[in-house]
């Protein structure tokens, strides 16, 4: 039925070999998309596009506004917010690693379609033009810059990432979270940094800055987990599905409460 108002809506981007249930099922965003009262959109890959069912996020033609995968997934997005009846200010990306890549760059070109972007596991815009050197950036990290923004600035991102991943390598994280910051990150006051641990006693630093953009002084918010022990991994996540670490802080949750927090057109 129609809901009282217009709710948000999450476009949440699974990882390699993944698809949408097995995703859903995994970070139980379902479940809290019932509790909250939220729309949650699960694209797929295809085999066709990537042979493992990676979004091509390291393919030049999908880094771009208005071409490749990323036209698409905007185009979907928009498709099901004039059917489901979403609130413009209140859309948001998230995914987990190639799916993370993704929702970065979905992020950096659409800024005026998503108010928050969520990145787990993933690698920062920019890191690769080719399967060489997505290779190499997932082996070592990378220090590329990222591509140009779209429409705007960028919105605020929160970013997780295991310090013991083996896929992708952790400094991808940081690299993500410098990116989103800008180059006026330097400037930026101290960042609150909180030490703690999930439940199971998987313990992380959650680290919080405060941005300023270049252009008109407006400020936005971008944090990083760093999950130690953790490996290449959805944290909190269900056994239900693949590439899950129950173990560790629920990232859906905290997502969700980043995502609530940043309403389009606010830090």
């Given at each position: 039925?129609?809901?009282?108002?217009?709710?948000?809506?999450?476009?949440?981007?699974?990882?390699?070999?993944?698809?949408p249930a097995d995703f859903a099922?995994?970070?139980?965003?379902?479940?809290?998309?019932?509790?909250?009262?939220?729309?949650?959109?699960?694209?797929?890959?295809?085999?066709?596009?990537?042979?493992?069912?990676?979004?091509?996020?390291?393919?030049?033609?999908?880094?771009?506004?208005?071409?490749?995968?990323?036209?698409?997934?905007?185009?979907?997005?928009?498709?099901v917010m004039a059917e489901e009846?979403?609130?413009?200010?209140?859309?948001?990306?998230?995914?987990?690693?190639?799916?993370?890549?993704?929702?970065?760059?979905?992020?950096?070109?659409?800024?005026?379609?998503?108010?928050?972007?969520?990145?787990?596991?993933?690698?920062?815009?920019?890191?690769?033009?080719?399967?060489?050197?997505?290779?190499?950036?997932?082996?070592?990290?990378?220090?590329?810059?990222?591509?140009?923004?779209?429409?705007?600035?960028?919105?605020?991102?929160?970013?997780?990432?295991?310090?013991?991943?083996?896929?992708?390598?952790?400094?991808?994280?940081?690299?993500?979270?410098?990116?989103?910051?800008?180059?006026?990150?330097?400037?930026?006051?101290?960042?609150?940094?909180?030490?703690?641990?999930?439940?199971?006693?998987?313990?992380?630093?959650?680290?919080?800055?405060?941005?300023?953009?270049?252009?008109?002084?407006?400020?936005?918010?971008?944090?990083?987990?760093?999950?130690?022990?953790?490996?290449h991994a959805w944290s909190g996540?269900?056994?239900?599905?693949?590439?899950?670490?129950?173990?560790?802080?629920?990232?859906?949750?905290?997502?969700?409460?980043?995502?609530?927090?940043?309403?389009?057109?606010?830090?």
């Open positions: 039925g129609a809901p009282p108002t217009a709710r948000p809506l999450v476009l949440m981007l699974h990882g390699c070999t993944q698809n099922a995994g970070t139980q965003m379902n479940a809290l998309a019932r509790e909250q009262g939220f729309v949650v959109l699960y694209p797929q890959q295809t085999q066709h596009a990537n042979a493992q069912k990676c979004w091509n996020w390291f393919k030049p033609q999908h880094q771009r506004r208005g071409h490749g995968e990323p036209a698409v997934l905007a185009a979907l997005t928009q498709a009846g979403i609130d413009p200010a209140r859309v948001y990306v998230a995914g987990l690693s190639a799916g993370g890549a993704m929702a970065d760059i979905m992020g950096r070109c659409y800024p005026d379609l998503f108010a928050a972007v969520g990145v787990h596991s993933g690698l920062p815009s920019g890191a690769a033009d080719g399967v060489m050197s997505a290779l190499s950036a997932m082996r070592s990290g990378t220090s590329a810059a990222p591509a140009p923004l779209g429409h705007g600035a960028m919105p605020p991102v929160i970013v997780f990432h295991g310090d013991a991943d083996a896929t992708v390598h952790p400094r991808n994280g940081a690299s993500v979270v410098s990116a989103a910051r800008g180059p006026q990150g330097a400037d930026d006051p101290a960042p609150r940094i909180t030490q703690g641990s999930s439940a199971q006693g998987q313990r992380y630093t959650q680290t919080v800055y405060t941005t300023t953009d270049g252009e008109g002084g407006r400020q936005r918010t971008v944090e990083h987990w760093l999950l130690h022990g953790a490996g996540g269900s056994a239900a599905g693949s590439y899950t670490d129950p173990k560790g802080a629920d990232a859906s949750v905290e997502m969700m409460r980043f995502f609530m927090a940043h309403p389009g057109g606010q830090s």
